[in-house]
């Protein structure tokens, strides 16, 4: 079995859009876009219901990232009934918390060449993940990616560096 090499980046929560778990009130979206997208990723072998019903929004700047290899990728995805479909992937992500270890969830993507509407700066990420007491807009996190999925880089050009080594 291949040993996966995690790389650590010091990420700061931000407020999102807040169409993903409903918050924003918007009636276009019922109940939030993750809670209308649940049963289709299911259908598709991707089972989130574990998870809460929206996205912990991260900011990693000044780095931005760039897709190597997705753990999976979902095309042509109709999950709205009025809405065009669109194409999702997702990376495997862990948040780091202090004295906890670590929470598993995923880095949810929405291509932004098929997303309508409620785009994301390139230095933020979504996460899906259980619900995690303790966070607020500002805090300070430390994100595990795999290297082999996406990386971090500066506007440079330059690669960020791991915050600490994560085990496997």
């Known amino acids: 079995m291949a040993t996966t090499t995690w790389k650590q980046y010091q990420a700061r929560v931000i407020k999102g859009h807040r169409v993903a778990s409903g918050l924003n009130g918007n009636p276009h979206f019922p109940g939030g876009t993750i ?3 649940l049963p289709v990723f299911g259908q598709l072998g991707l089972n989130l219901v574990s998870f809460f019903p929206g ?5 990693l700047a000044p ?8 753990k999976m990728t979902f095309r042509n995805v109709r ?5 065009p479909a669109e194409d999702f992937s997702f990376f495997d992500a862990r ?24 785009f994301q700066d390139a230095d933020v990420l979504e996460l899906l993940l259980p619900w995690v007491d303790g966070l607020w807009y500002g805090k300070e996190v430390t994100l595990g990616i795999p290297a082999g999925q996406m990386v971090l880089e500066g506007i440079d050009g330059g690669f960020g560096e791991p915050a600490l080594p994560l085990a496997e």
């Open 35 to 37: 809670r209308m997208q």
């Open 55 to 59: 996205t912990l929004n991260v900011s």
């Open 63 to 70: 780095l931005h990232y760039r897709v190597i290899s997705p």
């Open 79 to 83: 999950w709205h009934p009025s809405d």
């Open 95 to 118: 948040l780091l918390l202090e004295g906890k270890g670590f929470v598993e969830g995923y880095i949810y993507h929405p291509h932004p060449d098929t997303k309508p509407k409620h």
